[in-house]
């Protein structure tokens, strides 16, 4: 998948839209007996190694499910404590799968937010009048696109480095938006985007311009 | 070419249908022309703010730097998108900032005659709204209306549009406050 992300982000920088388009590669599944010789301690709410790196489990990786079944925070699904429940002797063999936690949608508001004032930040840097804000955001793992309409909406793509055509993609996702999203006489503006149609057609969007630029780039 | 043309008129024959049941019904519920122009208004106005992302993300015009430049973009890029029509932009006020739209043809009054009882109708009025609101959505507040109707007995419609100011708090994020002044000829 070499598209991750869409964020659409509204005038006052919250988040109305979210989807992503990935499944994180490094996740393990192993199966343990008592004791557990990784150490564990709660960091955010979520249960993460802090000590014990092997085996494709690494610091900071969480626990995304026992035995199966995926958690709910610090505790197992049916709500006993993951410590606890990993302190006992009684409940081994137990299969752990440890992966990068995923964003809660908590998380990924107040990221929008964050971004928001950032590009507020970045535009009033600007030595130039007129600047269009942040447009790219570069790290080794991935770029962060992003395109501010005129009337204060923008529209963000996390994709993989090598993967093009974003930019039309992202002029593409306006036109969807304006389609879907604000054609819908039910769609209130500002608010987050509920509408099947929208999903669709930015779900289709997205594997043509994967389709479409992706060059070389491992799936 | 002539299957096109003739679908193309079995749209705005519907268009000019819907329009005229939107607005009798209207009429009917609220019995007083004023309300009645006032709900049009407000229909356009909800109707502008969505039309102006459909209209910036299939024109892909750029900011305007001045309300001559707006004054082109809406008469020859949006009225012939969404109308079919390409208004004359004319009567500029010595300050620059008030202008009149004058509209050959109107697609929304073909066929449509005011009755005697409707003198105030002002049927168009969702032209108005549209206006409005869609450039509110850009942080320009304006004054629209009807100077001239064809359907009150005037040669040409006129819609005369003014400059009230720049929206400041709606600005999006980093526009440059102090910098981006609208400039008047």
């Known amino acids: ?219 | 070419m002539l299957m096109f043309c003739c679908c193309l008129l079995q749209n705005s024959e519907l268009f000019t249908l819907t329009y005229g049941a939107l607005v009798t019904q209207l009429c009917k519920d609220y019995e007083n022309d004023e309300e009645v122009n006032k709900q049009l208004d407000k229909m356009g106005y909800n109707i502008g703010v969505r039309l102006i992302e459909d209209f910036l993300a299939r024109s892909s015009v750029g900011r305007c730097q001045d309300f001559r430049e707006t004054a082109d973009v809406i008469a020859k890029v949006a009225f012939k998108m969404y109308l079919g029509i390409t208004p004359s932009v004319t009567n500029w006020s010595p300050a620059g900032d008030e202008f009149s739209l004058i509209l050959e043809n109107n697609p929304l009054v073909d066929f449509v005659e005011l009755p005697d009882n409707h003198s105030t109708l002002i049927y168009s009025n969702l032209l108005c709204g549209v206006l409005r609101g869609a450039l509110e959505m850009v942080q320009m507040a304006v004054d629209v209306r009807f100077a001239q109707d064809t359907l009150r007995g005037d040669n040409v419609t006129e819609i005369r549009m003014k400059f009230i100011k720049r929206i400041e708090e709606n600005l999006p994020a980093g526009d440059d406050q102090e910098e981006r002044k609208m400039v008047f000829y």
Request: charged fraction near 20%; include cysteine.
């Open chain 1, 1 to 219: 998948m070499a598209i991750f992300s869409v964020y659409v982000v509204n005038k006052a920088g919250g988040l109305i839209y979210q989807y992503d388009n990935y499944v994180p590669r490094a996740e393990a599944e192993k199966t343990f007996s008592y004791p557990l010789d990784l150490v564990l301690k709660i960091h955010d709410e979520k249960v993460v190694v802090s000590f014990g790196q092997r085996d494709g489990i690494r610091v900071g990786h969480a626990v995304l499910s026992i035995n199966g079944v995926d958690v709910i925070g610090k505790n197992t699904a049916d709500g006993k404590d993951i410590i606890e429940y990993l302190k006992d002797a009684s409940n081994y063999p137990v299969s752990i799968r440890f992966g990068r936690a995923r964003l809660s949608s908590n998380e990924k508001l107040m990221l929008a937010s964050m971004f928001h004032s950032l590009f507020a930040i970045g535009s009033q840097l600007s030595p130039e009048v007129g600047s269009s804000g942040i447009e790219m955001l570069e790290t080794d793992v991935f770029k962060l696109h992003c395109y501010q309409t005129l009337t204060g909406i923008k529209f963000i793509v996390l994709a993989d480095p090598r993967q093009s055509g974003i930019d039309a993609l992202l002029r593409k996702i306006y036109e969807i938006y304006s389609d879907f999203a604000l054609k819908n006489p039910f769609y209130s503006l500002e608010m987050p985007i509920r509408c099947e149609l929208f999903d669709q057609n930015l779900k289709s969007a997205l594997e043509i311009a994967e389709k479409a630029g992706n060059f070389g780039a491992g799936s």
